[in-house]
């Protein structure tokens, strides 16, 4: 059974500090993709990764950065958390090749709540 | 600049009843449409998806319709079920590059099916 995991459900952080959000996958997929989800606007995408060491910004990066050192595990980092980062954080990975549904698998989130 | 429209943000419907969400895009550089359903304390799991060179989907009782001379598409739910009501969110696929690893959502919609 497919798989993603996400180290955390629930993270409660003071402002400005670092945060780590981890995220793996165990179905050796090579995209992954960290999201956050707020009421009303949906999922959006803050950085996607498509190989080990690559990044690529998605339409909200700012405030955050990503590290990609294994294939399986892919790291969401809040360099200096703000309360307007308090969200929901998804991670999906999925496969590369563009021929077929390139299905998203997503873990179950991590609710981030900064103080 | 949104993408993906989603419409409405919320359905109620009875039990029975034959909920359909809407979505419209403007990138005709999209080729793959899936729908995901999240559950409550859940991450969000593919449903259906079509591709733009057929006109209805169906899989049980959900039913995608497309309509590519209108850029639009519509997930149809017969029959539907207490155990359907969930957060759907329509997505969108590019066809090359670095858009074609990545999923465009529209803002979801809450379902909710009262027996």
């Known amino acids: 059974d497919v798989k993603v995991t996400q180290s955390s459900r629930y993270l409660v952080k003071r402002t400005g500090e670092k945060v780590f959000l981890e995220c793996v996958q165990d179905?050796?997929?090579?995209?992954m993709f960290w999201y956050r989800q707020d009421p009303g606007l949906g999922l959006r995408l803050i950085y996607f990764?498509?190989?080990?060491?690559?990044?690529e910004k998605g339409d909200i990066p700012e405030g955050y950065s990503v590290s990609r050192e294994k294939k399986e595990r892919f790291s969401l980092i809040l360099e200096s958390a703000s309360t307007n980062q308090t969200s929901m954080y998804l991670c999906?990975?999925?496969?590369?090749?563009?021929?077929?549904?390139?299905?998203?698998?997503f873990g179950p989130g991590t609710r981030l709540t900064v103080l | 600049q949104q993408q993906v429209k989603q419409s409405p943000q919320s359905l109620i419907v009875q039990k029975g009843g034959i909920p359909i969400i809407n979505c419209a895009y403007e990138n005709t550089a999209f080729d793959y449409f899936p729908w995901y359903q999240q559950f409550p304390g859940k991450g969000p799991a593919l449903l259906i998806a079509i591709r733009p060179d057929v006109s209805e989907k169906k899989e049980g009782r959900f039913t995608i319709s497309f309509n590519k001379s209108a850029k639009q598409f519509s997930l149809h739910i017969m029959d539907s079920q207490p155990g359907d009501s969930a957060t759907y969110f329509c997505?969108?696929?590019?066809?090359?590059?670095?858009?074609?690893?990545?999923?465009?959502f529209g803002k979801g919609t809450k379902l909710s099916v009262i027996p």
């Open positions: 999906a990975s999925s496969i590369r090749g563009t021929g077929g549904s390139n299905e998203q698998f």
């Open positions: 997505a969108a696929r590019g066809n090359s590059g670095a858009g074609s690893y990545q999923l465009t």
């Open positions: 179905m050796d997929h090579e995209n």
């Open positions: 990764s498509y190989d080990v060491k690559m990044k």
